[in-house]
């Protein structure tokens, strides 16, 4: 079988299940469960003191009004977190580098986003599809534009995001094979690459 240089992007499977299944399922065993008890064991205590943590630090900079988003964010940030760190494991799979999870993730709060700022503040949302100072007969262009600009926005960053974090694995594949190619011609060339 020959591999090539952007095998790296397909999902990988194992007996015939999605690792990204099993990758996406893991990170729920850590959150720590509720309990009747009065004391907790060390370990839930631990990670309820570092989540409270994190959340108080998370909604700092935020005015009253977005702290109803604390759920959220707090469990979106431990969520990537648990499973980039679980990436860092030798032959384990990290599904932040599919495009897949990041379009999944990036659609719904781009949509959720775009909803909450129409609903919110229609003027400000709108008045961000036509710059100040624009010629009439360009208004209906750009309008347009700015709106299919919004709309490509999700698709853009969702793309930007999976090839930043796998272009340094491709780059360490294209320096290894050219070293390895180089290795019967120029030796100390192929051994200083």
Known sequence: MTLSFFDQFMSPTYLGIPLIAIALVFPWILYPSPSNRWL???LITLQSWLINRFTQQLLLPLNPGG????LIL??????????NLLGLLPYTFTPTTQLSLN???????????VII??????????GHLLPEGTPVPLIPVLIIIETIS????????????????????LFIQLIATAAFV????????????
């Open 40 to 42: 907790n064991n060390r």
């Open 67 to 70: 702290h109803k988003w604390a």
């Open 74 to 83: 707090t469990s979106l940030m431990i969520f990537l977190l648990s499973m």
């Open 103 to 113: 379009m999944g993730l990036a659609v719904p709060f781009w949509l959720a986003t």
């Open 117 to 126: 700022g129409m609903r919110n503040q229609p003027t400000a949302a709108l």
């Open 150 to 169: 919004l709309f490509i926005r999700p698709l853009a960053l969702g793309v930007r995001l999976t090839a930043n974090l796998t272009a340094g694995h």
């Open 182 to 193: 180089l290795l019967p011609m120029m030796t100390t060339v192929a051994i200083l690459t």
